[in-house]
């Protein structure tokens, strides 16, 4: 097992490494929705606003940025890839999804509770 890959899809697969990934991969969202509540506090669900949400997903970006894609050998900001700007441009939009889903989670838990 290691940490960093020079091209991670020539790497053997492991058992299990997709359910850890998912899994991972949502329990990280999870923190950070968390990073949005420590950010704005929780008066953010009483009157959630998408400008916040948004940045937030956008911010979120850093993550595959800076540590997935060079750790799976896509250099930084997928640097090392075919198309490094095509990358960028599908994980900025990818993360911007993510924004606006946690302002429609926002939205959603400020219906149920208020």
């Known amino acids: 097992r290691q940490f960093r890959h020079d091209a991670i899809s020539r790497s053997a ?3 299990g490494e997709t359910l850890v990934g998912w899994l991972a991969h949502y329990l990280i969202g999870i ?3 968390g990073l949005l509540l420590a950010w704005q506090g929780t008066a ?3 009157h959630p606003t998408l400008g916040p949400a948004l940045l937030m997903g956008i911010a979120t970006v850093a993550a595959p940025f800076l540590l997935m894609q060079p750790g799976m050998g896509a250099g930084i ?8 700007n095509k990358a960028r441009l599908q994980s900025l939009l990818n993360h911007g999804v993510f924004g606006v889903g ?3 989670g926002g939205w959603i838990t400020h219906v149920i509770i208020y």
């Open 13 to 15: 697969p492991i058992a």
């Open 31 to 33: 923190a950070f929705a």
């Open 44 to 46: 953010w669900i009483t």
């Open 77 to 84: 900001a997928a640097s090392r890839t075919p198309a490094p």
């Open 102 to 104: 946690l302002y429609i």
